[in-house]
């Protein structure tokens, strides 16, 4: 690549973004790129495993995101075990619904996208750079999510700049919107966010934020049959991480199931329908 | 000029390869060796904690040091333009082959034979050759398992063990370090042993102008510590200095994969001043 005039190169210098290398030179490797050919649409959609509910809430000191464990193939249970909350760098996390496997490859994307930024410009990529960066590869995923093959994630992180924790949700055209106190996504995500609504409040300390967010997905599952709930024969917790000024961490199996236990017990003892 | 101060004038080097470098050298291309042999050096050298990187580089953001993987870093003298580019392309290649393959598939040696083909294929085709002189390290599980490569300008490659010196008056630099390096040293020792070697090119009589330049240039306050006694170098200063490591276990003492880890120069500071305050 030779450039007599310097301006030019500076504008042709490479991209720091990871999507854009892969776009230009293996435009193959892109999750968007994958062509259905002419499926009608919603024919996609039944024969792909779909991830259900996340929730996200803020609360003193940062922001937490929990997702359950199943996933759905039409009325069939495809996977228990699945992890939908994955870390996407030391101080966000970013959770799917829709289509796992497109949203699995998303996040793999993300992940390496904010790693690559940090290595090529030698600085963390800011919190709205990166929930931008997402909101592009969502919609670069429209035509598949117009097939039925949606993804639609929920990111979460703490911004070092201002302090606090701050969470964004996407809808599948690559809007992006940010949210304030808690949100969900996902099947069981209207039933979860009713139970946020009483369950949530200012705040909150890190073991009551995990408990209101256990008890949000407990509730969804209660309702939406491709939610799972805590499962006590399989000791299958959800997956929850909490992000802080410290960076994320993972909630250990261990509080889980405690928290879990706690609050099936309490239900029990109730014996309401509730 | 003599083959000393040429980066790959070093008596295991083919002759051939130092044949057409003085050949290169004399072309019309503008190609100079001898910057890379004159910049200041770097030291990547092994030890039980990790790797460390060492670069002796007044500049707190123009970094001869990177991370390029989870387990592979990058050290550089000579253009900074030049081994900039080549810092960026390698991130793009290793960080392309952990997407599409997996991320244990991205290794050094895959990394710097790459490395070795590009420069080589410029070497010979273009009109001038890069002036840079590269390592790229891997740290492993156990000191056994590390990996250092040497890539000069003209894309030969060498599998080094335990250190690689680069840069101006390497030399010097290599036989300081040949005496004082210890496989069982962790961060701190392994860092003042570099910055030791590193500083073995100053107060030299026949160096004094060159090294002055550069202070002068960068004002007095990068030195640290006292005056150093009579007859001993001046060691070089935190200001003075770029340093990175490796971590050996990343995951268990940082909770991440990424092994890389610059050190900042209030902690190299605490660091170089560590075993006179004993």
Known sequence: MTHRDPAAAVNGAPPPSFTDHLARHHPGLLPSARQLGTAGPGSAAAAAPQATTIVSLTYAGGVLMAGDRRATMGNMIASRHIKKVFPADTYSVVGIAGTAGLAVDMIRLFQVELEHYDKIEGTPMSLDGKSNRLAAMVRSNLPLALQGLAVVPLFAGYDTERHLGRLFSYDVTGGRYEEYEFHSVGSGSVFARGALKKLWQPGLDEEQAVAVAVEALYDAADDDSATGGPDLVRQLWPVVYVVNSAGHREIPERELQMTARNLVERRSVAGRES | ?278
């Open chain 2, 1 to 278: 000029m003599s083959a000393a101060p040429l980066p790959g004038g070093r008596a295991d080097h083919d002759p051939a390869v130092l044949c057409i470098a003085r050949t290169a050298n004399e072309g019309p291309g503008g190609f100079r060796p001898e910057r890379i042999a004159r910049g200041r050096s770097v030291v990547v050298l092994t030890c039980r904690d990790g790797i460390a990187l060492v670069a002796e580089n007044p500049s707190p953001s123009l970094h001869k040091l990177g991370e390029i993987y989870d387990r592979i870093g990058f050290a550089a003298v000579g253009k900074y333009n030049e081994f900039e580019s080549l810092r960026q392309a390698g991130v793009r290649y290793a960080d392309v082959r952990g997407y599409s393959y997996s991320r244990e598939d991205v290794s050094a040696r895959g990394l710097a034979s790459v490395y070795a083909q590009s420069l080589g294929s410029v070497f010979t085709t273009e009109g001038k050759p890069f002036e840079v002189e590269l390592a790229v390290a891997e740290v492993g599980a156990e000191p056994y398992a590390d990996h250092l490569y040497r890539l000069t300008f003209d894309g030969s490659i060498a599998d080094e063990s335990n250190f690689v010196v680069m840069g101006g008056q390497a030399e010097v630099v290599r036989e300081a370090l040949a005496r004082t390096w210890n496989q069982d040293t962790g961060f701190p020792e392994a860092v003042r042993t570099a910055v030791a070697a590193l500083s073995a090119t100053r107060g030299r009589p026949e160096q004094t102008s060159g090294s002055g330049v550069n202070v002068n240039g960068d004002g007095s306050s990068g030195y640290g510590g006292s005056e150093a006694a009579a007859g001993e170098p001046e060691r070089l200063g935190a200001g003075l200095l770029e340093v990175a490591v490796l971590d050996r276990s990343p995951l268990s003492s940082r909770g991440t994969v990424r092994a890389f880890r610059r050190i900042n120069t209030v902690e190299l500071d605490r660091l170089l001043s560590g075993p006179e305050g004993n």
